[in-house]
């Protein structure tokens, strides 16, 4: 089944954990991007990725990191997590310059305290 | 910068009426794409609709479709037959692309759609 997965789907953390959250698709899509969602904001870009090893940043990529070692793969890291960080994430992926639509995963929910 | 806005915090609709969702965005761009975007309370991003910029004939799917209105900057979602299934948060969303090559969903703030049996 084509799909966009995420882990975790819910985490619980304190400020200043070091915390990974992946994303992995197995459509073979070049083009993969992290958003967060939060109420009454819709939804955001943090960066995005055109393929393995090129990444850029999106609207709101303070306190976030990302890398593509893979076409795959697209972690969203945050090195010294803050409560502002509380949202819903989402990672998507859509193959280059076809039909531009995105795929999002399941979102992870992630509660800074 | 492009911007989406969706005018319409909540709608409700009753079962098997017809409910029309608006979305207006700003654009200097002559071809784009705009999304219809549903989330359900599953939280499940899930695509609607898709309308290029460049056909004039307005998208459609089953009971979803478009009023896309290129001068007025309008794509507006109509919900034929509606279904208790319906009720989600409904996004706008346009694909930005700027001259450097970065590429971005903007999305509306989104509208809450209740289904009333």
């Known amino acids: 089944e084509a799909q966009v997965t995420q882990n975790p789907r819910y985490l619980i953390t304190v400020t200043g954990k070091k915390l990974t959250v992946t994303c992995s698709q197995n459509m073979n899509h070049e083009y993969m991007s992290w958003y967060r969602q939060d109420p009454g904001l819709g939804l955001r870009q943090i960066y995005y990725?055109?393929?393995?090893?090129?990444?850029d940043k999106g609207d709101v990529p303070e306190g976030y990191k990302v890398s593509r070692k893979e076409k795959r793969n697209f972690p969203l890291i945050l090195e010294s997590p803050s409560p502002n960080q509380t949202s819903l994430y989402f990672c998507?992926?859509?193959?280059?310059?076809?039909?531009?639509?995105?795929?999002f995963g399941p979102g992870t929910r992630l509660t800074v305290t | 910068a492009q911007t989406v806005t969706q005018s319409q915090p909540e709608m409700s609709v009753q079962e098997a009426e017809t409910v029309t969702l608006s979305c207006t965005y700003d654009?200097?761009?002559?071809?784009?794409?705009l999304f219809w975007y549903k989330q359900p309370p599953s939280r499940q991003m899930i695509l609607v609709i898709r309308q290029e910029a460049y056909k004039q004939q307005n998208a459609t799917e089953n009971r979803f479709s478009v009023n896309f209105q290129k001068a007025a900057k309008s794509f507006s979602l109509k919900i034929s037959d509606s279904q208790l299934g319906d009720a989600a948060m409904y996004f706008c969303?346009?694909?930005?692309?700027?001259?450097?090559?970065?590429?971005?969903?903007?999305f509306g703030k989104g509208t809450k759609l209740t289904v009333n049996p």
């Open positions: 654009t200097s761009e002559s071809d784009y794409y």
């Open positions: 998507a992926s859509r193959r280059h310059r076809v039909t531009y639509e995105q795929y």
């Open positions: 969303a346009y694909r930005s692309v700027s001259k450097g090559g970065s590429e971005k969903l903007v």
């Open positions: 990725s055109m393929n393995v090893e090129v990444t």
